[in-house]
């Protein structure tokens, strides 16, 4: 999974998605959740986010790591959907369950006040 999961961080060319977002203009707020695949935005999440216009919405990204951070999550994000406005991220190291509701809570209070 390693092996797949960095030739796909390498392609050149992001995967192609099995559907889009039909009606995304309809919506406002686009709640962006990902897993972090070697320090980096996986490759589909890179592809959704270069094929649907995300200008004038607001996005709230929240992530999950195995051991080092968000790496370069945050600024692709920045990158590929420049138009939008971006909140801080939420992440979370795995294996944190007990702290997950604390956590997720205080974010979203955070998140709620900005908007």
Known sequence: MVAWASRMRESATPPPLAENVSGIAKY???????????????APVRTFLSTHDLSGKTLVPFFTYGCCGTGSAPET????????????????????ERDTLTSVTAWLRSARAQL
């Open 77 to 96: 994000i920045t990158k590929l959907a420049p138009r939008a406005r971006i909140l801080e991220p939420f992440s979370l190291k795995c294996d944190q």
């Open 28 to 42: 406002n707020i686009v709640f962006l959740g990902s897993p972090i695949w070697g320090m980096a935005l996986p």
